[in-house]
């Protein structure tokens, strides 16, 4: 049996994705979120369990003769509760000790960068910035979840979009296009079923309503606009900071992963007029997915 097999998790808000790699033979699978504030500690062993089993067979292996995992889990390092849980499951699921596990921040980061001193920042469902500088320091900045923080994320856009819309009901602002944006993809006659409806979203709903954002800059809506401006300066001041903190010799390299960018370059362009001058924004090296595999590859090397 090859002894060149390596398993890479990216857990994300919504979705958790799998790659096995076998002599350069990539297989692919994905299950729901592993966040353990949105699922129970059965589902969690269940998902990943149901992951393993369908990758070992396409790849005609056992868990046993995989090389090195990398799983990363949202959250992880937050709640110190979780921890024991989680690695005491991998060890039973992988039967082996060849893991490690991470932040989702971290595989984005070796994504985004090939694993590279840099920082990278995440816009997904939620929001996080982490850095590793050349002395190897490594620092996260945001992250802080959806009701005190997660600003620029999907959840904060679709929360601001509603906003908007309130506002605009009620004419403490202008209607714009916003006004029937928000009622079409809501499917509401009466502004007030805003209320209940949204009173039963999940985060992932929620940060759903974002999808129309982009046609409503497309229409130069000026809430929009506004909207992206503040998203923007958020953004930055997440990298800015990284950047301030850690010790970069000259220019600091920044890349950036999660579904928000992928409005692109309106999004990028404004960014960058807010990033530091000795800071250079630069399109990822892959994706997040890849990323826990390039850790899988580089802990195994490490550990060897």
Known sequence: ????????????????????????????????????????????????????????????????????????VPGYGQYPEDEAFIDESL???????NFKVGNDCLNAWAGSLNAKPGINLILGTGSI?????????????????????????????????????TKQSDGRIPRTLLYDMIKEELNIDDDFEIIPLTDSMTRDELAGIGKIFSSLLE?????????LDDIAYEAALTINTLAKKLSFEDEVLASYSGGVFNLGSILTDS??????????????????TKGALILAKKYWEEDK
């Open 129 to 165: 910035g982490f850095g590793l500088d050349e002395k190897g320091k490594a620092l996260r900045c945001g992250g802080w979840g959806p009701l005190i923080g997660d600003e620029s994320s999907g959840y904060y856009i679709g929360k601001k979009l509603v906003n908007y819309f």
């Open 219 to 227: 229409g130069e809506d000026e809430c929009a606009l506004e909207l």
């Open 1 to 72: 049996m090859s002894k060149e097999i390596f398993l890479g998790v990216d857990g994300g808000g919504t979705k958790t994705a799998f790659i096995l790699e076998k002599d350069g033979e990539r297989f692919l699978h994905k299950e729901r979120t592993i966040h353990l504030s949105q699922v129970s500690r059965e589902e969690f062993k269940k998902r990943i369990t149901n992951a393993v089993n369908i990758l070992t067979e396409k790849a005609d292996i056992t868990n046993k003769d995989i090389s090195y995992t990398f799983v990363s």
């Open 91 to 97: 060890r039973e699921i992988l039967g082996t000790d």
């Open 271 to 288: 960014i960058e007029k807010y990033l530091d001058k000795n800071i250079r924004l630069k399109a990822p090296y892959t994706d997040p």
